[in-house]
C-alpha cells in the first residue's frame, strides 16, 4: 500500500527535475563569480532524521560537488554532555529504582561504564518507546498497601519503586515530557522523576554562528523542531545572523526543495527564513505544546558535547515541579567530566570535520564498540556513515 | 525516535488516539493537540500526536513540483521541436 503523504514526496520524476534545478542554479552562482571557484556551498542539517534520510536516499550523490551537506547538532543523544551521561548511569545504581530511557541512550560510553553495561549488571534498567510508558511503569510501581481479608494477601505491601526517565531531546520531546509530568502530578503518581539534559535548538545555531570556522551558507531546519517552535521559533536568530534557513520535511523531495530554496537565495543575495514543509509546520508552531513546556521547564544555560556551555539552551524544571528533580531526589550532583580522548563527535556536530576524519572511526570506533555517542545513535553522523558507506 | 510518516487517525478515546501506519497500530496521546478528528493524518512523536497534516498544503506541494516538471518538460520539447502540448497523464493519481 502506498504511503499517503509519503509515496507522493518520492517520486522520482519530480527528484529528477527538482536536481537539475539546483544543478542550472548552481552553475548559474558560478559562472557569475558569486562563488568562488574552488568554494563549496556549506548547508548544514540540524536534524538527525535528515542525516539519516539523507543517507538513506542518497542525497549527496545527486547533487553538486560544489554543495556540501553537513551533519549539525542535531542528534538528541550526541549532543548530550557526559557529565549528563554519567548522571543517568548513577541514578540507575540508586536503591530501588527503575531507571526508563529511550533505546538510543543504552549503549552511550560514559567515563566509567553503560546503561547496557548496567543493565547486565543486574540494574532495573528499561527501554520505553513514550516517557508515557515510564509514568505507567510508574503507577505500577506506585507501592500499595492491600487490607483485603482473602486468607494470603491479608495487609500485603507492594514496595514503592522510583522510576527515573532520561530526559534527551529538542523541542519536539520536551512537551512530551512536561505532558508526562503534568500527568503524573495530576493523579498523584510522587514516585516518578526525570533527569532533563532536554535542549533547545535556536542557541545552538547561534552558537555555531559565532564560530566562524564552521563557515555555513545555509541551515536545513529541523522539520519535527519546527512543528513546535513555528517558523518564528527562529526569527531572533535569523534576524541577528542573517544566514539562508530554510525549514525541510524528510522525505526526498522535502530535502531537495529545501537545497533549492536556499540556492535560489544564494543567487538573490537575499538571505530569508521560509519554510519549505508546510504540511506540517506554521507560522506560530504548536502553541498548546510550547505552552505546557513552558508550564514546566525553563530555560537555563546547558553544556552541549564538544560545543561546551551555550546560554539558555537547555531546558530545567520550574521550582513549582523540582519535586520531580531525579537529581534532587536523590541527592546526587552533576559532575563535570572529561570527553573521550581524541573522539571528535564535537568536530562533527559543528561541522568542522567529517567522521572519516576520526582517527577512531572505523578502528576503534564502531557501531559494537563505540567510543563516541556519535556512533551509537542511529542518528549520529559517523553511525550514520559507517552503516551506509560500509567504511 | 521520530516517525517521520505520518499516520491516520483510526479511533480517539479519552484523549488517546489510534492512529495507523500501513496497518501498523499503536497509541498517540492527543495532550499536545487539540482538534484532532477520526480521519486526520498526525505526526506522532514518541507516543505523542504533535501535528495534523494541513491537506492542502500537501497536495499545494506536490501541484507546485509537477508544474515545474510540466515547465522542463515543455523546454525540451520546444528544444527538440516536438509538439509541446504536454498534458499531465493524471494530476490526482496519488491520492
Ligand atoms: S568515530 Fe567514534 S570516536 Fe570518532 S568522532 Fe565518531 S564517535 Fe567519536
New binding site residues.
Partial sequence: MALKYVSEYRDSQLAKVLIESIKEKIEALHSSGSIKAKKRLRLMEVCGTHTMSIFRHGIRSVLPHTIELLSGPGCPV?VTAQKDIDAFIELSKQDNVILTTFGDLMKVPGTFSSLQKEKADGRDIRVVYSVFDAVEIAAANQGVTCNCNQANSANKTNQAKEVVFCGVGFETTTPTVAASILMASERGIDNFSIHSAHKLTPPALAALMETPATQIDGFILPGHVSVITGVDGYKDVFDKYKVPSVIAGFEPLDILKAILMLVTQQISGLPALENGYERAVSQFGNVKAVQIMNQVFEPADSVWRGIGHIPESGMRLRDSYKSFDALKKFNLELKDTPE?V???????LMGL?T?EQ?????K???PAH???????SSE????A??RYKGL | MCLAVPSKVIEIKNSVAVVDVDGVRRDASLMLLDDVKLGDYVIVHAGFAISKIDEDAAHQTIQDMRDMLKFADNNIMTLDNVNPTVTDPNPDANY
Avoid: E, H, L, R
Avoid at chain 1, 576520526?358 to 572505523?362: L, R, S, W
Avoid at chain 1, 563505540?370 to 551509537?376: L, Q, S
Fill in positions: 550526541c573521550p581524541g573522539c571528535a563527535c564535537g568536530q562533527i570535520k567522521p576520526c582517527m577512531m572511526y572505523g576503534k570506533c564502531t563505540p567510543v563516541g555517542p556519535c556512533m551509537v549520529g553522523s559517523c553511525a556513515y559507517y
